[in-house]
């Protein structure tokens, strides 16, 4: 073959690899996904009942067909959680005929592309991140009486997505966890710098309460500007509202978050939601209107340990710190 046209070839293969690439990036191999299931830590598949197997490649009844996924136990009515971040897409139809769980989802990204099928999400477009909340279990057991209820899931290049779903347990160390550092709390303040002293008091932790109590400060203060934007320290569980003053002033809210090894109140912030999941460096409101409240202070978040220890080490990300 002459030169020119085998370099023509590889050119014109190389492109058709491009393109296909893009519409279905090649499955990761040395990656695991997160937990799917809420109740099914391991990703347990779905073994055999009277409707068929669970497994990649069984056969289909009286089709003659493969199945070209895997059904991932899941009980009705079950939080389900994305295996990874990206990008949602939806609905996914899978029956076409509106029975009670045709529905369900496509996230595609971090080098995946999968179809989450029998599921209803919260939404069907725009970011989710993995580990976090991504709809429910729909009610199997009203279509098929007696199945073992699952998550049907699908690469979107039909390879087998087995080796995938075998989440890495959790091996964080007990409950404080002091080794670990905490994402950027608030925009603008990306080591987490801790207010100073001003007339209303200091903030770092143990600094003593101007109350006529002789109290100290059970938590810190991380500088952030009234309206900037709130992220979460590390991944964890969401609970609340947390009031600290009980009087509905205009920074009278707050959040808490446990999970990683961690559990922390943010205070003087709204939060976007109250409940579910979260990951880490993931929106999670906005600073209020501390000025108000109190004029001319150094705007800020209180950031209190639930056991009250000091969480300053967790916050020195500064420091030229990554």
């Known amino acids: 073959m002459p030169a020119l046209s085998?370099?023509?070839l590889?050119?014109?293969v190389s492109t058709a690899f491009a393109r296909q690439w893009e519409?279905?990036?090649p499955q990761q191999q040395g990656r695991h996904w997160a937990q799917i299931c809420s109740g099914n830590p391991f990703?347990?598949?779905?073994?055999?009942?009277?409707?068929?197997?669970?497994?990649?490649?069984?056969?289909?009844?009286g089709k003659g067909e493969k199945h070209k996924g895997v059904d991932v136990i899941c009980t009705d009515g079950s939080i389900v959680y994305a295996p990874f971040s990206g990008q949602l897409s939806g609905p996914i139809r899978f029956f076409h005929n509106g029975n009670a769980i045709d529905d369900g989802v496509q996230i595609s990204g971090s080098g995946y592309c999968v179809k989450l099928v029998c599921i209803h999400p919260i939404r069907y477009h725009g970011q989710i991140q993995k580990g976090q909340q991504l709809g429910r279990m729909l009610p199997m057991q009203k279509v098929f009486p007696g199945i073992v209820s699952h998550i049907h899931v699908e690469n979107c290049d039909q390879s087998d997505p087995t080796h995938l779903l075998r989440p890495i347990p959790d091996i964080s160390p007990p409950f404080p966890?002091?080794?670990a550092h905490w994402a950027v709390?608030?925009?603008g303040n990306p080591t987490n710098e801790i207010r100073g002293c001003d007339k209303y008091g200091c903030g770092y932790f143990g600094a003593p309460r101007r109350n006529g109590k002789g109290e100290k400060h059970k938590g810190v203060d991380v500088i952030c500007a009234d309206g900037a934007t709130v992220y979460a320290p590390f991944s964890g569980e969401l609970s609340g509202p947390v009031k600290f003053f009980h009087n509905g002033n205009a920074i009278d809210d707050g959040v808490q978050i446990r999970g990683s090894g961690?559990?922390?109140k943010l205070l003087c912030i709204h939060p976007i939601r109250y409940n579910g999941r979260i990951s880490k460096g993931q929106v999670l409101g906005r600073m209020l209107p501390m000025q108000r409240v109190f004029p001319g202070i150094i705007s800020h978040i209180h950031v209190e340990n639930c056991d009250r220890s000091d969480p300053t080490s967790n916050l020195e990300r500064g420091k030229g710190r990554k």
């Open 23 to 25: 519409v279905h990036p």
């Open 177 to 179: 966890q002091q080794d």
């Open 262 to 264: 961690f559990c922390v």
């Open 10 to 12: 590889l050119s014109l």
């Open 6 to 8: 085998l370099i023509a």
């Open 185 to 187: 709390v608030c925009a």
């Open 43 to 61: 990703n347990r598949i779905r073994g055999c009942d009277r409707y068929g197997c669970g497994n990649y490649g069984a056969s289909r009844q």
